[in-house]
T-cell receptor, first 112, second 115 residues
Framework: GEDVEQSLFLSVREGDSSVINCTYT??????LYWYKQEPGAGLQLLTY?????DMKQDQRLTVLLNKKDKHLSLRIADTQTGDSAIYFC????????????FGSGTKLNVKP | DTAVSQTPKYLVTQMGNDKSIKCEQN?????MYWYKQDSKKFLKIMFS???????INETVPNRFSPKSPDKAHLNLHINSLELGDSAVYFC??????????????FGPGTRLTVL
């Protein structure tokens, strides 16, 4: 539901892996989403995971889902300076799939 | 080619004024949204329309009035602007009306500054 939580900042060096964490509250969520917001732009869908999956890999992105702990993570391998952005996790409301609750966003800073 | 567009991109106005923000999507989606992003980047839904019908109406002051003339457009009118209305307002759209995966596509945002 409304309390989707993320840490606010993450700083990594170029080439390292980044792991962005999120805790959500509604165990009935069927899909969970990761969005990316670059400076001065709107949010873009990065990836999503269906709740019956533990892991989803998409090129440099790996999403891990721990339903028991209601914990979602996004791992970015070989992080590049272009990955610097704010990353939001989101879950839909159990009562209305259109209504998304977004986390506070994690600002990823990639140092060269 | 722009999927979800908003105008204006920036809006600076005095307290007490009335202003509108426009949104258009060319994706053929049935559902459109308005979100408010505050200075801490916290993003909260305000309204949603499906085929011109209001389906989500969060606890928003009634100075905010959305209008959907057709399913491709959702405008936001704000009366008697207050300092606390300063934020970035995002429009979004999605295809489905509540089942399964439903990606929301966001516009570039309108940065509203109330002086």
């Amino acid at each position: 539901g409304e309390d989707v939580e993320q840490s606010l900042f993450l700083s990594v060096r170029e080439g390292d892996s980044s792991v962005i964490n999120c805790t959500y509250t509604d165990s009935s969520s069927t899909y969970l989403y990761w969005y990316k917001q670059e400076p001065g732009a709107g949010l873009q869908l990065l990836t999503y995971i269906f709740s019956n999956m533990d892991m989803k890999q998409d090129q440099r992105l790996t999403v891990l889902l721990n339903k028991k702990d209601k914990h979602l993570s996004l791992r970015i391998a070989d992080t590049q300076t272009g990955d610097s952005a704010i990353y939001f996790c989101a879950e839909p409301s159990r009562y209305n799939f259109n209504k998304f609750y977004f986390g506070s966003g994690t600002k990823l800073n990639v140092k060269p | 080619d722009t999927a979800v567009s908003q105008t204006p991109k920036y809006l600076v106005t005095q307290m007490g004024n009335d202003k509108s923000i426009k949104c258009e999507q060319n994706l053929g989606h049935d559902t459109m949204y308005w979100y408010k992003q505050d200075s801490k980047k916290f993003l909260k839904i305000m309204f949603s329309y499906n085929n011109k019908e209001l389906i989500i109406n969060e606890t928003v002051p009634n100075r905010f009035s959305p209008k959907s003339p057709d399913k491709a457009h959702l405008n936001l009118h704000i009366n008697s602007l207050e300092l606390g209305d300063s934020a970035v307002y995002f429009c979004a759209s999605s295809r489905a009306s509540g089942q399964g995966i439903d990606t929301q596509y966001f516009g570039p945002g309108t940065r509203l500054t109330v002086l």
